[in-house]
């Protein structure tokens, strides 16, 4: 809808230069049969409801923005500046990392970590984030949002009111009296007028005399004739669709009154200009003190009787030298109109897109670090990476892009992560690889999409480019946060620094019972997101059926079956961690909106260092043993049950995190009240950490999403 209401804003702009058009050429037609006015607001109603446009080489309308806004294109410094052919330069980062078949991993980024002056590598993801908060709208978007709303709610109202009040009208003339043909004679008209679409009735108030009455009728069987009601169907139309123009309420007002005079000279000229008088006279007596029943789309009846009296009085027939020059000014008008269309624009080639990313790179490093001068640039690769159909309405396709700078004085240049030197010029090349620019078509027409990068996906196979895209248009919110549709599970597991991990395994091929399962992403206990690639040079969809026709022939991927031990082999040859099928907890049925919930964490440790200012505290990492543990395990450790467990328990130190632990704001604090559990301020709770300090407090810390949400002492019987 949005861009529906875009287009609405780009006819209303180009109609709003036809009516001032038309308003100058109606003054110089002062003198000219209205019939021409009249036709000129033809023009102005063609714009204002035909979506359609027209490129022209020359036109009186200024170059407009595209479809879809002004772009900003992210340069390697992390400046944004705004590119008027750009679409959506997508430089928002894609919010997960990818985890590929050989356990690389990596981020999707626009170019820059905010850190470094030309550094273009980034972390590999966002914790907890999701279609929904990995690109947040900004003040701009929400009030775009809310002019469309309002748009629509006066469109609305104004359709509305027209329809209930077209439905009363025809309800009431029920009563009306048919005295023939298209005429109606009803009590309660105040004024003549017309009413309907594809057969319109002529509606009169009773007790009009003889002359009167031959006039109106002339009146309104022209106005039927020239197919005057559906004019002002159009207008109403127009009017519904550009309420908040108030050139288009001024446009149509005219209108009416044109269309009103000029089918006033047409009765004069069918009768003769001896009825003016008593024509002008019928005008005044059916004015005086009556009003028309009600402005509907489908009924119309006179008005500015003033204007059109004294135009009837002031009526003679035009020399034939006024009608020539008053034609030729319509032509001329309407030639001008012409010039309303676009004006011809370039079409952007990808190339066009590469130079202008260079060119933006340039600007961004010459705006953030001062003296430096970029004097020279060479595109020195830009080549298609692949093709990917089926992931958008639209084909896609990546270009690979490489280009060197020269700057005026390299020593200016602080050289990061995110440019090397070579041959004394500078070149993007960081942990993320190399720029890929993303393309969308419509016909052979490039739509340009953003940036990805080669380090971050295999994009050299056509499953890394699928991943890599696919995380992509779920960072912009184009994609639903599911890589296959269809039916989900979820597993958990413990991973070994003590957290908890999630699986997201879908269903690729095929539904139900005979249909294999598969990891299509997973989520660690900080709520970074990473998504499988599978391990194939095949598209992922030629892939997956293959694997489906061989479980379905109760071959080696019969084992794909099952979604537990998919998960557990998962868990071991591509995490590397051992971890016994029994140890996984699998949720089924689930979904992909369910995987989105980061996991949470229990981890049993030793909590010190926290003060009522600081967010991080250290932590130590414990586990809590028994007698009933396996006893070779137990003897491993060189822990003895009998000397060791006098109270049956023994807590184990494991690992001392160095990094410490970050509490979110709305964490939580407990601390034992005897043997139960007794909620407490943080700072309440540092006092007693206090009294702790030489060894710090044994507490079970609930996480989520890479923060503390909740710290609770742990009971030591």
Same mark, same amino acid.
């Given at each position: 809808m949005p861009a529906f209401f875009q287009t609405v804003l780009q006819m209303s702009i180009t109609a709003s230069y036809v009516i001032l058009l038309v308003l100058v050429a109606r003054l110089l037609l002062r003198k000219a049969p209205k019939v021409l006015s009249y036709v000129l607001w033809f023009a102005v109603l063609f714009r204002l409801l035909c979506p359609l446009t027209f490129e022209t080489p020359y036109s009186l309308i200024p170059a407009l923005l595209p479809e879809s806004g002004t772009g900003t294109l992210q340069t390697a410094s992390g400046l944004q500046t705004e590119v008027q052919?750009?679409?959506?330069?997508?430089?928002?980062?894609?919010?997960?990392?990818?985890?590929?078949?050989?356990?690389?991993?990596?981020?999707?980024?626009?170019?820059?970590?905010?850190?470094?002056?030309?550094?273009?590598?980034?972390?590999?993801?966002?914790?907890?984030?999701?279609?929904?908060?990995?690109?947040?709208?900004?003040?701009?978007?929400?009030?775009?949002?809310?002019?469309?709303?309002?748009?629509?709610?006066?469109?609305?109202?104004?359709?509305?009111?027209?329809?209930?009040?077209?439905?009363?009208?025809?309800?009431?003339?029920?009563?009306?009296?048919?005295?023939?043909?298209?005429?109606?004679?009803?009590?309660?008209?105040?004024?003549?007028?017309?009413?309907?679409?594809?057969?319109?009735?002529?509606?009169?108030?009773?007790?009009?005399?003889?002359?009167?009455?031959?006039?109106?009728?002339?009146?309104?069987?022209?106005?039927?004739?020239?197919?005057?009601?559906?004019?002002?169907?159009?207008?109403?139309?127009?009017?519904?669709?550009?309420?908040?123009?108030?050139?288009?309420?001024?446009?149509?007002?005219?209108?009416?009154?044109?269309?009103?005079?000029?089918?006033?000279?047409?009765?004069?000229?069918?009768?003769?200009?001896?009825?003016?008088?008593?024509?002008?006279?019928?005008?005044?007596?059916?004015?005086?003190?009556?009003?028309?029943?009600? /402005?509907? !789309? #489908? %009924?119309? @009846?006179? $008005?500015?009787?003033? =204007?059109? *009296?004294?135009?009837?009085?002031?009526?003679? &027939? +035009?020399?034939?030298?006024?009608?020539?020059?008053?034609?030729?000014?319509?032509?001329?008008?309407?030639?001008?109109?012409?010039?309303?269309?676009?004006?011809?624009?370039?079409?952007?080639?990808?190339?066009?897109?590469?130079?202008?990313?260079?060119?933006?790179?340039?600007?961004?490093?010459?705006?953030?670090?001062?003296?430096?001068?970029?004097?020279?640039?060479?595109?020195?690769?830009?080549?298609?990476?692949?093709?990917?159909?089926?992931?958008?309405?639209?084909?896609?396709?990546?270009?690979?892009?490489?280009?060197?700078?020269?700057?005026?004085?390299?020593? /200016?240049? !602080? #050289? %990061?992560? @995110?440019? $090397?030197?070579?041959? =004394?010029? *500078?070149?993007?090349?960081?942990?993320?690889? &190399? +720029?890929?620019?993303?393309?969308?078509?419509?016909?052979?027409?490039?739509?340009?999409?953003?940036?990805?990068?080669?380090?971050?996906?295999?994009?050299?196979?056509?499953?890394?480019?699928?991943?890599?895209?696919?995380?992509?248009?779920?960072?912009?919110?184009?994609?639903?946060?599911?890589?296959?549709?269809?039916?989900?599970?979820?597993?958990?597991f413990v991973m070994s620094d003590g957290t908890t991990a999630h699986l997201l395994l879908s269903q690729p091929a095929v539904q139900g019972n005979s249909g294999i399962w598969v990891v299509e992403r997973w989520k660690d206990g900080n709520g970074y997101e990473y998504y499988e690639t599978p391990d194939t040079a095949l598209p992922s969809a030629e892939y997956f059926a293959g694997l489906q026709a061989e479980a379905d022939q109760g071959q080696k991927a019969a084992d794909l079956l099952d979604p537990q031990t998919v998960a557990a082999s998962f868990v071991q040859e591509e995490l590397g961690w051992n971890l016994a099928k029994e140890k996984i907890g699998l949720q089924i049925p689930a979904t992909a909106a369910d995987f989105t919930i980061s996991p949470v964490s229990e981890l049993l440790g030793y909590v010190s260092g926290m003060t009522l200012t600081e967010p991080g505290f250290k932590f130590d990492n414990a586990e809590w043993l028994t007698d009933n543990d396996d006893p070779a395990r137990l003897r491993r450790l060189g822990i003895d049950p009998e000397q060791d467990m006098p109270g049956g328990f023994y807590v184990l130190n494991k690992l001392a995190i160095k990094d410490p632990l970050e509490l979110s704001e709305q964490a939580e604090f407990a601390v034992m009240d005897g043997a139960t559990p007794k909620t407490v301020s943080k700072t309440e709770f540092v006092e007693r950490l206090d009294l702790m300090a030489d060894f710090g407090m044994l507490c079970t810390v609930t996480t989520q999403d890479g923060k503390v949400i909740r710290i609770a002492e742990r009971y030591l019987p």
């Open positions: 052919p750009l679409t959506d330069t997508g430089q928002e980062t894609a919010g997960a990392a990818a985890h590929t078949g050989n356990n690389d991993t990596g981020g999707i980024t626009a170019g820059a970590d905010g850190q470094d002056m030309l550094n273009t590598s980034a972390v590999t993801g966002t914790a907890g984030s999701t279609p929904d908060t990995a690109v947040q709208p900004s003040a701009a978007d929400r009030w775009k949002t809310a002019a469309v709303y309002i748009w629509l709610g006066g469109a609305a109202v104004m359709l509305s009111a027209g329809l209930f009040s077209a439905i009363r009208l025809n309800r009431q003339l029920k009563g009306a009296r048919h005295e023939g043909g298209r005429i109606y004679e009803w009590s309660r008209a105040q004024t003549p007028f017309v009413f309907g679409v594809i057969r319109p009735r002529i509606i009169l108030p009773s007790g009009l005399g003889g002359h009167e009455r031959g006039y109106i009728l002339r009146h309104e069987q022209v106005h039927i004739r020239r197919l005057d009601h559906l004019a002002k169907l159009a207008a109403f139309a127009a009017l519904c669709l550009h309420w908040f123009n108030p050139l288009v309420w001024l446009a149509v007002r005219l209108m009416d009154e044109d269309m009103e005079k000029s089918c006033d000279e047409a009765v004069i000229r069918e009768l003769g200009s001896s009825i003016k008088k008593e024509y002008s006279t019928s005008l005044l007596a059916l004015s005086t003190g009556r009003a028309f029943p009600g /402005r509907t !789309p #489908l %009924a119309f @009846g006179e $008005n500015s009787t003033k =204007g059109r *009296i004294r135009n009837v009085l002031n009526y003679r &027939k +035009p020399s034939f030298l006024v009608v020539i020059s008053a034609v030729a000014l319509v032509i001329i008008t309407v030639a001008i109109a012409g010039l309303t269309g676009n004006l011809r624009s370039h079409r952007m080639t990808e190339a066009d897109y590469a130079k202008q990313y260079i060119t933006e790179q340039i600007a961004g490093i010459e705006n953030r670090i001062s003296g430096a001068v970029i004097v020279d640039s060479e595109m020195t690769v830009f080549e298609q990476a692949g093709r990917v159909e089926g992931l958008l309405p639209e084909p896609l396709e990546l270009w690979r892009l490489e280009y060197r700078l020269e700057p005026e004085d390299i020593s /200016r240049l !602080p #050289l %990061a992560g @995110g440019m $090397n030197e070579i041959d =004394g010029k *500078i070149t993007e090349d960081s942990s993320m690889g &190399k +720029p890929v620019l993303v393309f969308a078509y419509e016909g052979n027409t490039p739509r340009y999409e953003g940036v990805i990068w080669t380090g971050a996906y295999d994009l050299g196979i056509p499953a890394g480019r699928e991943t890599g895209l696919q995380a992509y248009f779920e960072g912009k919110g184009v994609l639903d946060h599911e890589t296959y549709s269809g039916n989900h599970a979820i597993a958990k």
